[in-house]
Structures are given as structure tokens and as C-alpha cells.
């Protein structure tokens, strides 16, 4: 497997959403997607709803846009901005993290805020990023973490034909309560099956 170069950022565009490398400029809109409770619960940053709401202070929320003023320029993952093309606006982002040189393999995440969610762009975005990541990254494996309360995010996941691996149970705790957190992935082969390419 030869060594993935990340300093590449594409820009991936779809029927409904574009990808883009992030600018600094973006992290105002991040900021407030970031703010609402229910992405904070569903990506787990967060352990109840009362630590979602509590305002950040000025030093947190310079520190939030620092990381996206800087995503562009990291080589060892990829992090895309998600622009709604009916709006023209940031709903989300989409990253490939934790690159393994010698396997070929990365974990996945994506957000969209409450404004984006539930209109197909997601499932697009999911799609444009593993076909840059297989085809023309050469992945070999991508893998992801979603919270047992998130089916939504699940059915997106299968739908994409990610493939369930594991269940870590009681992995995560939120308001109290203990969640399984559920590992997926997709080879090399499963995307080949899935897409015939
Ligand atoms: C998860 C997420 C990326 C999905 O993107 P999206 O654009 O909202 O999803 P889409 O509109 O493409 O598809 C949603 C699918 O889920 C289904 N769905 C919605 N609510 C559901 C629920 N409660 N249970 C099961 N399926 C559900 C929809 O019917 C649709 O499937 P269909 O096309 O087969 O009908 C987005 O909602 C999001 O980022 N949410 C907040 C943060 C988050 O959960 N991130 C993932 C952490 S692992």
C-alpha cells in the first residue's frame, strides 16, 4: 500500500451537495451546528443535554474556528465542508481519520445540522466521499462508530453498504444511561460488490 497523500483536498460535487475543502470562514457556521444539542448527543461529544447547552466561552469558540481555519492544511486526514447546493450554505462535514498506512485503512465520521438533515444529503455525501476514498485514494477499509440511538445515522450507513462488524455494548453513557456503540465497515471488495466498479 503506498502512503495516502491528505494535503490533496478535492472538491466532490453531487446532485445535492458539494464537497469542498473548508475555509476560515466557515467556522462561524460550524460554530452553530456544533451548538445544537442533538449533533452534540448523536456524535457523542457530550454526556447529558444540560453540558450541550451551556454556552462556550470566548476562548472555546476561538479554538472551534482555529480547527476549521486549519483543516486544509492537514496531510494525514480529510476533512470536507457539505454545501447544500439548493442553499449554497455549510450544513455539515464529512473526515477520514486515523489513516493506517501499512492497512490502507481510515474511520469515517459526518455531521449535518438540523437545517440539512433528512433531505438525502447525507446519503449523497456518504457516497461522494467513499468513491474519492476507494477509487481514487485506494482505500483498502473504511470504518465508522454509531451510537445505538442513532438509527437514522444507521440506516444511512447500511443504505451506503456499510457492513454491521461489532457491538461494543454499554461502550457509551449519556443522561445516565449505558448505549452499545456499533462498529461498521466497508472493504475494498464490499464497495466493489456494491458499485460494481
Ligand atoms: C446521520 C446523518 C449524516 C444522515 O444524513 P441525512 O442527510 O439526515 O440523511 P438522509 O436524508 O440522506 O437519509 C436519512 C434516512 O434515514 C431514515 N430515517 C430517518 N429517521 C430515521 C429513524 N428514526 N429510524 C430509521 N431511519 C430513519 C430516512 O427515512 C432516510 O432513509 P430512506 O432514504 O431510506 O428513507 C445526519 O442526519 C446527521 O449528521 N445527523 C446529526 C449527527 C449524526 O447523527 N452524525 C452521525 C454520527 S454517527
Redesign the pocket.
Known amino acids: 500500500m503506498n502512503s495516502i497523500d491528505f494535503a490533496k483536498k478535492p472538491v466532490l460535487t453531487g446532485e445535492k451537495v458539494l464537497l469542498r475543502p473548508f475555509e476560515a470562514a466557515d467556522g462561524e457556521r460550524m460554530l452553530d451546528i456544533l451548538s445544537e444539542v442533538?449533533?452534540q448527543r448523536?456524535?457523542g461529544s457530550v454526556h447529558n443535554d444540560e453540558e450541550a447547552r451551556r454556552a462556550r466561552t470566548a476562548e472555546q469558540e476561538q479554538q472551534i474556528k482555529d480547527w476549521y481555519a486549519g483543516r486544509s492544511a492537514q496531510t494525514d486526514r480529510l476533512d470536507l465542508a457539505i454545501v447544500d447546493q439548493g442553499s449554497g450554505t455549510v450544513v455539515?462535514e464529512a473526515v477520514f481519520n486515523e489513516y493506517e498506512e501499512y492497512s490502507g485503512n481510515v474511520s469515517f465520521?459526518?455531521?449535518?445540522g438540523s437545517d440539512?438533515?433528512?433531505?438525502?444529503?447525507?446519503?449523497?455525501?456518504?457516497g461522494l466521499f467513499l468513491q474519492y476514498g476507494f477509487e481514487t485514494l485506494g482505500l483498502h477499509r473504511v470504518w465508522?462508530?454509531?451510537?445505538g440511538f442513532?438509527?437514522?445515522?444507521?440506516?444511512?450507513y447500511i443504505?451506503s453498504g456499510f457492513v454491521l462488524e461489532g457491538v461494543k455494548r454499554e461502550d457509551f453513557r449519556y443522561e445516565g444511561e449505558y448505549i452499545d456503540t456499533k462498529v461498521y465497515g466497508m472493504l475494498r471488495s464490499d464497495y466493489v460488490r456494491s458499485t460494481g466498479k
Not at 440539512?116 to 456518504?126: C, M, P, R, S
Not at 465508522?144 to 451510537?147: G, K, M, W
Open positions: 442533538d449533533v448523536l456524535t455539515g465520521r459526518i455531521l449535518i440539512g438533515q433528512g433531505k438525502g444529503l447525507g446519503t449523497e455525501a456518504i465508522l462508530e454509531v451510537y442513532n438509527p437514522r445515522a444507521e440506516r444511512v443504505k
